[in-house]
């Protein structure tokens, strides 16, 4: 019972002034979730409302079951442009399936363990992720800044202002929110003619209800969500597991990614069964909530729950928050967000690892998928991973009165097979003895190279002995090696 108490403590709120500052920061994350998720119900070409409903029940059910306190999950782009097909060609209801087949997926995910291939994940991957989704957050802000009067310029510019500047005289309440405050204060009171929030679309009215979607249970629904639902968890947990990550470096804390990847799979199911679409973690989110004082699940919980009060109980007002200060907030955002100390890092890095960020960075970009970003990294990261690795061997040849010695000492794989191979003379006259206890046999790749090696000097009338296997090579040796035995397979101890 004392571990169930502190642990809830420690991840919901420690005291009043944490609980107060989570507060103010949910509060903050509600507001600028708004227009994101109306513009993303746009984007799947699906009522405002799903993808409200979706982020109100997302954030707060990922409050409860996520492995990340702090972190903002809702509807996000990266899972709307999936499903946009899906909602054209089946409609809705589809879409709401694939939603809870997407949460299946990533509940099995979760206890497969496949967060655990995070690790494979470089700290360039990760810069170029950060420095992409940065950008496209200010890019998605232009069309509010494109063909508007110059009211919205001076708003955006004092809602940066006051962003900026009211940390410097308090830090009592977040600055994005007293920004959002003030300049919605002044657009009502003065009658600024800017856009508002009701101008992105018809806010919902009352509370969502529980619904199963009406959609056949047959097998050929399986076969056209299925693809979807693989795609959506994919994505999701892949932008999920990055910006934990993130929110991990930003708090100098630890998350439990596996628990998190369960969440968010329990989160989506119930998305669905509200009425709303498939989402996942959020960075813009997560940085406005740490930025504004986040730490704790109560955070999350709040942007959920304060959303959810402000589209019940609050429309027509919230309808009339100027876009301009939501715009001031996400550029804060996109700034916050960018790593500036990427940029002098370009030339001080070694060349591969700024190659692979900037191609992050600019597949991301040119086409707006971050998968397919994170992708084009990670395969890079692995070609020059392997590249490095297979010059991280050496072949000595020696001569003495006993015949000629080659020393092996390194790895052995896939990729240096070629120039391990190559490092072998042919026409050798007298008796060759391969020495490889410097050195490690990886795969069946390398044990080929190697029986290949022993085959053409026996062919050409050498006497060959390979002395020194250590016991991991020596069990593919025996397993798989057609012209040397190591010994070991007899029980015979090697040389």
Known sequence: MIKIDSRFRTEWFANAGEARRDVLAGIVVALALIPEAIGFSIISGVDPRVGLYASVAIAIIISLLGGRPAMISAATAAVAVVVTPLVHRHGVQYLFAATILMGIIQIIAGLLRLNLLMQFVSRSVITGFVNALAILIFMAQLPQLLGVSWHAYAMVACGLAIIYLLPRLTKAVPSPLVAIIVLAVASIALGIPVRTVGDMGKLPEGLPSLAFPHVPLTLETLQIILPYALTMAAVGLLESMMTAQIVDDMTDSESDKRRECMGQGGANIAAALVGGMGGCAMIGQSVI????????????????????????????????IPMPALVAVMIMVSIGTFSWNSIPNVRRHPPTSSIVMVVTVAVVVVTHDLARGVLAGVLLSGIFFAGKVQRMFRVERSEGAGGVLYQVSGEIFFASVDRFTKAFRGGEAQPVTI?????????????????????????????????????????????FATHDKTGFELGVAPH
């Not at 930025?291 to 309808?319: M, Q, W, Y």
């Open 289 to 320: 909530n740490v930025s504004s004082g986040g730490r704790k699940r109560l955070s999350t919980f709040v942007a959920g729950a304060f959303l959810l009060f402000l589209l019940a109980v609050l429309g027509p007002i919230v309808g009339r």
């Open 435 to 479: 020495d490889v206890s410097a050195a490690h046999f990886w795969d069946i790749s390398g044990v080929g190279a190697l029986d290949k090696i022993v085959a053409r000097l026996r062919r050409e009338g050498s006497l060959v002995e390979v002395i020194g296997y250590n016991r991991a090579s020596a069990d593919l040796i025996d397993r």
